[in-house]
């Protein structure tokens, strides 16, 4: 889970710009991508480098500005909708392109391998994975107008039946397995209730959205067409445990892998059942919460 820690006014403002994107198609996808696609092209192939402002509020409100980072965060979101773009005539079914590809495993091992960190401040390293994701929506949503992603915020009961019965199936074998690897270790705490609470929000809108969006919406997405269902959750699943080889440890965390591995399994199956994130989200927020509070 990414904490952030040097929090200042600007960066709180920073912050409150880039969720307006992910609120935008979260709550209006339909409607955003429509406006979007009526927008003349340059204008719609420029846009995206806007997510260089809160970048360079930040970093110059802590006297950190970098003229490289500022030329690449104002310069990979236009690339991304370029190609995306280009995608989106060369597959009209959606069935993904060489350059889907290329950008999800530009996006993912940029936050994997922590390739853009060292742009941001001490304790502010979300605030560069919300611009990637900001990036990735406009790319993906506006441009691509990529369909079944389920990225929506209006909750339905049906996600929350589906994500707690996910969660059921899930948990008591992660505690047989992660108990007997040494992964998980019980420990009593009483949390206050409003800290708790406000826990479960953090992960649900900061660590479990952004990544069900890419994993499922977007990866597990594409696979189903090429690999079919089956397939598909398998390869995301493995795919989503090999990110965290490097969680928790300074060498390759096999008991880290194995076990997100199968949480991915369980994950996928959320997600897939009425391609929705917010059901897969909220299997992987109450285990990832379960997890940071009692083991």
Known sequence: MVRMSNVTPVVIAALIVELVPAAAFGFAADR??????????????????LCVVPYVVVALSQQAFQWRWFA?????????????????????????NWRDALILLTLG????LRWFDSAWPAGLRGLGNLLLVDAGLYGFLGIRRLSGTGFDFHLHWSDWKTGLR?????APAVLVLGLIL?????????????????????IFVFVAVPEELF????????????????????????????????????????RY?????IAGIFYGR????????????ITHTWVDWLWSLWF
């Open 32 to 49: 955003v991508a429509h406006a979007v696609g009526r927008l003349r092209l340059a204008v719609r192939m420029m846009l995206p480098a």
């Open 72 to 96: 690449l965060y104002a310069a990979l979101p236009v690339v991304m909708a370029w190609l995306l773009e280009q995608a989106a005539v060369a597959d009209p079914e959606q069935r993904g």
């Open 109 to 112: 091992l940029a936050v994997d």
């Open 166 to 170: 996910e969660l059921a199936f899930f």
């Open 182 to 202: 040494g992964f998980i270790h019980p420990h009593a705490n009483t949390p206050a209730a409003g800290k708790a609470a406000l826990t479960w929000v953090g």
């Open 215 to 254: 994993f499922r919406a977007w990866v597990q997405n594409f696979l189903e067409r090429r690999a079919g269902r089956q397939a598909a959750l398998v390869i995301a699943a493995v795919l989503f445990g090999l990110s965290h080889f490097n969680k928790r440890s300074a060498h390759f965390n096999w």
């Open 257 to 261: 892998v194995l076990l997100a591995t």
């Open 270 to 281: 959320a997600w897939r059942e009425r391609r929705r994130v917010p059901a897969s989200a």
